[in-house]
């Protein structure tokens, strides 16, 4: 765990006027301590100059650039290298879901050693990061999503929102049922809100019903998992599905690989 010079890694596929990634980037800065790291995606198809990525962040102390590149050691590399705690991706819709395009910025965040914040076009530009929002289904790897939504309790007070699905198997109960008990007990060492909404879904469809609990709860950011269950989540199996949760809904994604050797966030 590093304690020191905590960066956020913002990839930029376009400079859209608004700064909605960049202002994205340093509100969870501003959370975790950190400082941002903008650079070109290594896959991006129209590269930015580096006289218009630095107008782009002139406004901005605590943000610096750098160039990246594309290869065997990526990304996981230049995470140990800056302390890189969180990569941020503004989705570019026409590239990266293509079914066949085995090398594009997914296989940057499915190698990752750390989570990565996904936003789109409509993704909301209000968003603080104050109220989370937390499917839970059936695989013990759930309770990753508890740690990393403790940290923006920890560091943001923010509210935690639990959505648990509904199953009738009684291994996926019982994997459930762990899964909230692992919860309660960590939460509670902590002073942060948390509430558990009852649902009636099972774990197939219970990230949809995530999003569209978000629009009563007011929530602004939903953390999903990849996982081997659900194949590679958003590439080569399920890539319709995040392509309509980031194109349908305002709020950002953060997504967790399951096991990894995390670089954590901290405090000190």
């Not at 939504?149 to 198997?169: C, D, L, M």
């Given at each position: 765990?590093?304690k020191?010079?905590?960066?956020i890694?913002l990839?930029?596929?376009q400079?859209?006027p608004?700064?909605?990634?960049?202002?994205?980037?340093?509100?969870?800065?501003?959370?975790f301590?950190s400082k941002?790291?903008?650079?070109?995606?290594?896959?991006?198809?129209?590269?930015?100059n580096?006289e218009?990525?630095?107008?782009?962040?002139?406004?901005?102390?605590?943000?610096?650039?750098?160039?990246?590149?594309?290869?065997?050691?990526?990304?996981?590399?230049?995470?140990?290298q800056?302390?890189?705690?969180?990569?941020?991706?503004?989705?570019d819709?026409?590239?990266?879901?293509?079914?066949?395009?085995?090398?594009?910025?997914?296989?940057?965040?499915l190698?990752?050693?750390?989570?990565?914040?996904?936003?789109?076009?409509?993704?909301?530009?209000?968003t603080?990061?104050?109220n989370i929002?937390?499917?839970?289904?059936?695989?013990?790897?759930?309770?990753?999503?508890?740690?990393?939504?403790?940290?923006?309790?920890?560091?943001n007070?923010?509210?935690?929102q639990?959505?648990?699905?509904?199953?009738k198997?009684d291994a996926?109960?019982?994997?459930?049922?762990?899964?909230l008990?692992?919860?309660?007990k960590?939460?509670?060492?902590?002073?942060?809100?948390?509430r558990?909404?009852?649902?009636?879904?099972?774990?197939?469809?219970?990230?949809e019903?995530?999003?569209?609990?978000?629009?009563t709860?007011?929530?602004?950011?939903?953390?999903?998992m990849?996982?081997?269950?659900?194949?590679?989540f958003?590439?080569?199996?399920?890539?319709?599905?995040?392509?309509?949760l980031?194109n349908?809904y305002?709020?950002?994604?953060?997504?967790?690989?399951?096991?990894k050797?995390?670089?954590?966030?901290c405090?000190?």
């Amino acid at each position: 765990m590093y304690k020191k010079n905590q960066h956020i890694l913002l990839l930029i596929q376009q400079l859209t006027p608004n700064k909605n990634a960049l202002n994205h980037a340093l509100k969870i800065a501003n959370i975790f301590k950190s400082k941002v790291l903008v650079s070109n995606s290594p896959f991006s198809k129209n590269q930015i100059n580096h006289e218009d990525l630095e107008n782009y962040i002139s406004d901005h102390d605590h943000v610096n650039t750098i160039q990246l590149f594309s290869s065997n050691d990526q990304p996981d590399k230049i995470i140990k290298q800056f302390n890189i705690i969180f990569m941020l991706i503004h989705i570019d819709k026409k590239n990266d879901f293509k079914f066949f395009l085995r090398n594009n910025i997914f296989s940057w965040v499915l190698n990752a050693k750390i989570p990565t914040f996904i936003i789109g076009n409509k993704t909301s530009t209000k968003t603080d990061y104050s109220n989370i929002i937390l499917p839970i289904d059936h695989k013990k790897e759930s309770k990753e999503k508890m740690i990393w939504a403790s940290y923006f309790g920890r560091f943001n007070n923010a509210v935690i929102q639990i959505i648990p699905a509904t199953e009738k198997e009684d291994a996926f109960v019982k994997t459930i049922r762990n899964t909230l008990l692992f919860t309660k007990k960590m939460f509670s060492q902590f002073t942060f809100d948390y509430r558990i909404h009852k649902s009636k879904i099972a774990s197939r469809h219970i990230d949809e019903e995530a999003f569209k609990a978000s629009t009563t709860k007011e929530s602004d950011l939903i953390i999903l998992m990849t996982g081997k269950t659900q194949g590679i989540f958003f590439l080569r199996y399920n890539s319709k599905k995040i392509k309509y949760l980031i194109n349908s809904y305002p709020n950002p994604i953060l997504l967790i690989n399951p096991m990894k050797d995390y670089y954590l966030p901290c405090d000190g």
